[in-house]
């Protein structure tokens, strides 16, 4: 009988790194980085498409050759997330009425791609609804990573964004309770993410222009500073 390959491949592409995770849900078999250069990649945009390309195939040629599909997870700045409440409606008039709350926020709608997905359904005796999470994404943000999944070979499963890939993996954590509201933060090169979860469901998200660089950046000033005010205290005991 032949074994049925059930390896999932996701990649996340970062303004400095590739991040690719070969596992299913009871193993990991592969973790990679590929770090990329300055420019291939700017807040999760892609710049340099070819060279990503080219760098992925060379890493999956070698370790992922048995693994048909992929999975990619954004983030940036100008992804789109937000919470509405809409009433409890079957699936043309629930499209209808989500496709009008987002041009409530989006006013060039053509330029997204969209999504949502139903997180809770209210249905009491005062109230029945649908609590939706809405998320937009620029094309320009995503037509690069369909090409992507098919020059690499790939059949492209989904494309989700990092705060919900986290809310899904701490699902089943020990770390987070149900009854409790929880922070992710995670930070990136140059901006960083927060996310809220509560009930196992991301309830908030924020991107903040800031990350490790900037970090970095700060911790040096300091220490600069500090070894330039060591130098002036020695040279006035040399004197």
């Known amino acids: 009988m032949a074994l049925v390959n059930n390896k999932k491949l996701s990649i996340q592409i970062t303004d400095t790194s590739i991040n690719i995770l070969i596992a299913n849900k009871n193993k ?11 420019g291939d990649c700017r807040d999760g945009n892609v710049r340099d498409k070819e060279n990503i390309i080219k760098l992925l195939n060379d890493y999956l040629e070698v370790n992922a050759r048995d693994v048909k599909n992929v999975s990619f997870v954004l983030r940036g700045s100008d992804i789109i997330t937000r919470y509405t409440e809409v009433p409890i409606l079957k699936n043309d008039a629930l499209r209808e009425a989500v496709s009008f709350e987002f041009k409530q926020f989006i006013p060039d709608i053509d330029d997204y791609y969209t999504n949502f997905e139903i997180v809770e359904k209210i249905n009491t005796q005062e109230k029945k609804a649908y609590k939706i999470l809405l998320v937009a ?40 309770t149900s009854e409790e509201s929880t922070g992710v933060f995670y930070f990136g090169a140059d901006s960083s993410t927060l996310s809220i979860i509560e009930n ?35 040279n006035i005991f040399e004197i």
């Open 137 to 176: 994404a620029p094309r320009e943000k995503i037509n690069p990573i369909v090409e992507i999944a098919e020059e690499i070979g790939k059949e492209l499963e989904v494309i989700d964004i990092l705060s919900n890939t986290l809310a899904r993996v701490l699902k089943n954590s020990d770390h987070i």
């Open 200 to 234: 196992n469901i991301l309830k908030f998200e924020r991107n903040l222009p800031f990350g490790v660089k900037n970090i970095f950046n700060e911790v040096y000033d300091q220490i600069t500073a500090t070894l330039l005010d060591s130098r002036e205290v020695t």
């Open 28 to 38: 990991i078999y592969e973790t990679h980085t590929i770090k990329l250069e300055n």
